[in-house]
């Protein structure tokens, strides 16, 4: 039973160090990605594309497109909205939406797994705590009083694992609130810029058709 106790925390700490590994990867990398969508160039790009939408600036818009340096969700929305307001300006805004949904998709990618290691970890330490508080217990039936010393070491060792498994679930979280809450700005910037597509360029359309015909 000890060997087996033995065996079950080294491998709860051999976890806890791949869980860490693990979230700092897809930290950085997920960082990487949202960056460039949070950028002074992006704020920027939006910034000046939607008077270029109010005035139905077809080739400003397209210039303003073709003079960004860095490819970010709002380029390639507006790329595509472009595309597809010159083929099918009826489906457009359905066809935005789906364009909405999937850069949601490629932003939220990954983020599953921070979200397993911020809800799992702390209990993957609590298991660790557990086999050293019967390791201990086991200790002290076995050796009595004279065991006290190692009956410590082996609380505090059991305890070093719930420690460890929330020094990797609470910045796991934080970092999984953190990028949540950058979806929302990205998406809602996205739902605005389909609403001034719609608005200036579909809708526009439509409306100044009809005023010519009276």
């Known amino acids: 039973m000890q060997d087996f106790v033995d065996i079950g925390e080294k491998f709860i700490f051999v976890v806890m160090l791949f869980a860490s590994i693990l979230a700092v990867a897809v930290f950085v990398e997920r960082l990487v990605i949202f960056r460039k969508n949070l950028t002074k160039e992006a704020v920027s790009f939006l910034e000046h594309l939607v008077p270029l939408l109010r005035h139905k600036d077809h080739k400003g818009t397209e210039k303003l497109l073709h003079d960004q340096k860095e490819e970010t969700a709002y380029t390639r929305f507006t790329q595509f ?123 526009g359309k439509s409306s100044h058709s009809s005023h010519t015909h009276h």
């Open 81 to 203: 909205s472009l595309e597809r307001e010159k083929e099918n300006p009826k489906g457009l805004f359905e066809l935005m939406d789906a364009k909405i949904l999937k850069e949601r998709l490629h932003l939220e990618e990954r983020l599953p797994i921070l979200n397993t290691l911020g809800n799992n970890t702390p209990f993957i330490g609590l298991l660790g705590t557990v086999l050293g508080v019967i390791k201990a217990f086991y200790g002290l039936g076995t050796l009595g009083n004279s065991g006290a010393e190692v009956v410590m070491r082996s609380i505090s060792t059991a305890l070093l694992a719930t420690a460890a498994g929330l020094a990797v679930a609470i910045p796991v979280v934080m970092a999984n609130n953190y990028f949540s809450r950058k979806i929302k700005v990205i998406t809602g910037n996205l739902e605005i810029l389909s609403k001034e597509f719609h608005a200036n360029l579909i809708t």
